[in-house]
């Protein structure tokens, strides 16, 4: 059995009644009767006893009244000095009833209070401490009053447990019966003077602060220049005390202001945190901000917990929604960048992400240079590890964003940033090229920068991808004789001789030819291996190595085509289009244009003839080989119309696509900047004066201290929703019929990780019903945490049961269960009543989350579960479903809202979530309505969505199932 202090009810009243007291009891075997209990306890040994009297515990908690019990506790059990007995005894009198059916103390309390009495004045300090532990608990004053003399007499005991625990005593006695000890204000706050232990102040503090405001701030008002000097404990009341005196008085704010600033230099970073919060709370003032904010980022540098860094990065994201703070945080925007030394990317990613918007004209040069020099380092980071290569995507693309929105330091950000076109993490290369296009693009006079350093770094190049958009950035950029040339030579250098066919052929004619004849020496270098269906094979040695040399020596574009990639060869053909096209127009001599125009097309051929030759590991696609044999098609033609084609209407799709992309962003920018209009004041608006505000006018501002802790245990109320509002009505279930014998509902209240049901059961019968139980089972990620307790149920009677699950992932999960119980007096088995079941909806778990294309594509990718689910719906118009869809699901729509427009007869989008256990949940939509179906008719198609665990994906291919059609009004 394990006894810990807690706060759950007694589960065994009508309403819910305060309780400190958490039991685990098992059931297994059945309980002793009033009578052996009874003998144990007269005859029985210490050990005997103990267990006894744990059993009459368990037996009162489940509903039993043992009246007869009382007396043989008292007269065998309580004059022992065993300490586990004396434990024990603590909790049986806690739970015990008391008084009589009038409401009058029963007799054999007075031998209680006399042997409580004598403990309070017991040699050892525990003993004295754990009985004043105790009186916390005691709701009746006649108990009580008889020992208010001994209660404060421990307030001068040597031992510090026993003062400090003698100042709760007299503070929970104070607050419930304050007939019985009138003085306590004044007796505590000369204790308070008086005392040097740290706990011992801190908890007679925190009664003053409680039941006498006014000495607290007398007493904080003779210390307050040495409330540095104080332990953490007592600082961090303190703080508590001026927030509330504060928030109440306004007016005392400058009396106070000053000891919150001391504490912001605390050793403790827990005081530290609050003195920070609560300074912000109380003044907005640039100084005060500016305090704040350095004492977070200090934390953040200083703390090593990475979910203490997300915290307080959490409240540093929180200021800076206040317009007002934004500037004087811009100020602090290199502290901030200090936090990028933590190694945890999540921490990181906010970082950049704080960073980016507080980024100013005034700070932009040192913020790019520190970035530089994150990068750099990344580069130079032993071990590559994958979170490396992330955190270097990351930099790439808050530099990118940098420079878009200030474009005077792009021309000192590119060439640092090309310079990983070579790098290993290919996501972070293609970053780096976005923002090289975007670049070019828009900036004309990086545009010989961006040439020149790209052709310094083609041949370093690793990745199909990277040289596909590299080549293609080449081709439409490249408008000088000198460039154009240059990047005619760096192609041929990346495909070796051509042609590739003749080459490759030569190439492995050569080498059989020059092969050494057998000999005793060759065979000797080769070796006999066994092959999986356990025959023998022989490999030379040097066959193996040279071709191990060959693939090596390969240049990069060839080898590409080898594997199989002819995707890069249309690409290839585009960009000698456009260079040969571009090529005819500069140069007026038609000899020179044919043989520019005659080494392109032979490149472009002889990739054709290597695509149908079969030395590639797969042959060319027929659209890969439509593109390439279109381009020789224009080479011979040059029609103006493709000339104009490929040289000016290529470049104003991707201004008209960087235009669209620029405008998804706008949408929340003008968000932003609705939310700064709403915070600023007009010049005509009144001014509020928070000293002439009445009290019940300044109530825009929330207790923080209470808004905390109705959050931490769950009970924060919403503001949208009323207790009887139509929400809160659905999440009851009924779990029995009118009919049975016990009626039973549940209230499911969903709190993050923790699902509480709350049973309401009801003896609907004449009998008493004893043991009953409330049996619950779970399927899916589901763990009930503790066992309800069983109880006795009088004739027509009800009570409320409570029973904790916790969440694991998000996966449909399953509630189910029975009532079991006995009939008082009867002679059959036990009655069984078996439970509805519950279904737990994963809604309450997701919630709509961003990602970039590159990530949806890459997630896509990896995830191996998929759930295909028909469109079956009575909803005919695309758009209004996939509004539908998206309320349903609580996912968002990556595809913006422009590609989506019109009127074509299909739609295809894009959608994403995240669950709270961070899980990431895919999904691509794809329906369409015939041109020729009438306009009621329903749209079709199908959803497939992806997910990393099977459960994720089944459960929201259910939940979409469920939710299709709409009730037609």
């Known amino acids: 059995h394990v006894y810990t202090p807690a706060f759950p009810s007694l589960r065994m009243a009508l309403a819910e009644q305060a309780c400190y007291t958490l039991i685990n009891i098992p059931d297994d075997g059945e309980p002793p009767t009033e009578q052996t209990l009874k003998q144990d306890f007269q005859k029985g040994n210490a050990k005997v006893k103990i267990k006894a009297l744990k059993m009459t515990i368990q037996l009162i908690l489940a509903g039993e009244k043992l009246p007869g019990l009382l007396m043989p506790v008292i007269q065998y059990c309580l004059p022992m000095d065993d300490h586990t007995l004396k434990k024990l005894l603590l909790i049986y009198f806690e739970i015990v009833p008391k008084t009589q059916p009038d409401g009058k103390l029963l007799h054999e309390m007075i031998l209680v209070c006399d042997a409580y009495r004598r403990d309070l004045q017991h040699p050892n300090e525990y003993v004295r401490g754990s009985t004043l532990r105790f009186l916390c608990k005691l709701k009746e004053p006649e108990l009580l009053e008889p020992l208010m003399p001994a209660i404060r007499g421990c307030l001068e005991h040597r031992h510090g447990y026993v003062r400090r625990n003698a100042v709760l005593a007299i503070y929970t006695i104070y607050k419930s019966f304050d007939f019985l000890i009138s003085d306590a204000p004044e007796l505590i706050q000369d204790f308070l003077e008086k005392e040097q232990d740290a706990s011992c102040k801190r908890n007679a503090f925190m009664m003053l602060i409680h039941v006498d405001q006014a000495r607290a701030l007398d007493y904080l008002s003779t210390c307050i220049d040495h409330v540095h000097t104080f332990g953490d404990i007592l600082q961090l009341v303190i703080v508590e005390l001026v927030y509330k005196v504060c928030y109440a008085s306004p007016s005392e704010r400058a009396r106070f202001i000053r000891c919150i600033y001391n504490l912001l230099n605390s050793s403790s970073a827990a005081v530290r945190y609050e003195a920070a919060g609560t300074l912000v709370t109380l003044s907005s003032a640039p100084t005060a901000v500016k305090a704040a904010a350095s004492c977070y980022i200090d934390l953040i540098v200083k703390e090593s ?344 209407q290529c470049r104003d799709s991707l201004s008209a696509m960087l235009t669209a992309r620029q405008t998804e962003t706008t949408p929340n920018a003008l968000l932003d900047d609705k939310r700064k209009a709403a915070n600023s004041e007009e010049a005509d608006d009144p001014i509020s004066f928070t000293q002439l505000t009445a009290k019940q006018d300044g109530g825009a501002a929330e207790n923080q201290f209470e808004v905390s802790l109705l959050q931490a245990v769950g009970t924060a109320p919403k503001k949208a929703e009323t207790v009887t509002s139509k929400s809160q009505l659905n999440k009851v279930h009924q779990l029995t019929g009118f009919s049975d014998p016990v009626y039973a509902e549940a209230y499911i209240h969903v709190n993050q990780f923790d699902i509480v049901l709350d049973v309401l059961v009801v003896n609907q019968t004449a009998d008493t019903l004893q043991g009953l139980t409330l049996e619950l089972a779970t399927l899916g990620d589901l763990k009930l945490v503790e066992k309800p307790s069983s109880l006795t149920l009088g004739p027509h009677d009800f009570c409320n049961i409570k029973a904790c699950v916790k969440v694991a992932s998000t996966e449909n999960g399953i509630i189910f269960g029975n009532i079991v119980y006995d009939v008082s007096g009867g002679q059959s088995d036990r009655n069984c009543v078996v439970l509805n079941d519950i279904h737990i909806d994963i809604m309450d778990y997701i919630v709509p989350a961003r990602c970039t294309d590159t990530e949806f594509r890459k997630m896509w990718a990896e995830f191996e579960w998929e759930n295909k689910v028909t469109v079956n719906t009575n909803i005919a118009s695309m758009s209004d479903y996939l509004k539908h869809l998206l309320k349903s699901t609580n996912m968002c729509c990556l595809t913006p809202e422009k590609a989506l427009s019109g009127d074509c007869g299909f739609m295809a989008a894009n959608l994403y979530a995240r669950s709270i256990f961070g899980e990431d949940a895919l999904a691509n939509l794809s329906i369409e309505k015939p041109a020729d179906s009438g306009p009621e008719a329903a749209v079709s198609g199908h959803i497939r969505i992806r997910a990393k665990s099977q459960g994720m994906a089944l459960s929201l291919g259910d939940k979409i199932n469920l939710s299709q059609k709409v009730p037609k009004s």
């Open 305 to 648: 917990d990475n979910n203490v860094k997300l915290i307080v990065l959490d409240r540093l994201l929180g200021l800076k929604e206040n317009p007002a703070h934004e500037r004087v945080l811009q100020d602090l925007v290199m502290d901030i960048v200090r936090v990028l030394s933590s190694p945890d990317l999540e921490v990181r990613k906010k970082c950049l992400d704080l960073v980016l918007d507080l980024v100013s004209s005034r700070n932009v040069d040192e913020v790019v240079l520190v970035l530089k020099k994150e990068v750099t380092g990344t580069m130079s980071a032993a071990g590559q590890t994958d979170d490396v290569g992330n955190y270097r995507q990351l930099l790439v693309r808050t530099l990118h964003s940098c420079s878009i929105k200030f474009p005077d330091i792009a021309p000192t950000v590119i060439p640092v940033l090309l310079e990983f076109l070579s790098d290993t993490n290919e996501d972070a290369a293609a970053d780096v090229l976005v923002f090289v296009r975007e670049a070019i693009q828009r900036y004309d006079a990086l545009k010989p920068t961006i040439i020149t350093k790209l052709l310094e770094e083609f041949h370093r190049i690793k990745a199909v991808r990277i040289h596909r958009a590299a080549l293609w950035i080449l081709g439409e950029y490249c408008v000088s004789l000198p460039d154009i040339r240059h990047v005619m030579d760096e192609i041929k250098k990346s495909l070796g001789e051509v042609p590739i066919v003749d080459s490759e052929l030569r190439k492995a004619a050569g080498e059989k030819e020059g092969e050494p004849p057998e000999s005793p020496t060759s065979t000797s270098s080769s070796r006999r291996l066994v092959t999986d269906d356990g025959t023998y094979a022989t490999q030379s040695a040097y066959t193996a190595a040279a071709s191990s040399k060959k693939d090596d020596e390969r240049p990069p574009l060839r080898a590409y085509f080898l594997d199989g990639d002819f995707f890069v060869g249309a690409a290839l053909a585009t960009t000698l289009t456009k260079l040969a096209l571009r090529f005819t127009s500069l140069v007026s001599e038609p000899q020179k244009q044919n043989t520019f125009c005659a080494d392109a097309m032979l490149i472009m051929a002889s990739v054709v003839h290597l695509g149908k030759s079969g030395l590639p590991k797969k042959a060319v696609t027929e659209d890969d080989l439509d593109r390439l044999m279109l381009c020789i098609r224009v080479l011979c033609d040059r029609s103006e119309l493709m000339v104009d084609l490929f040289n000016e």
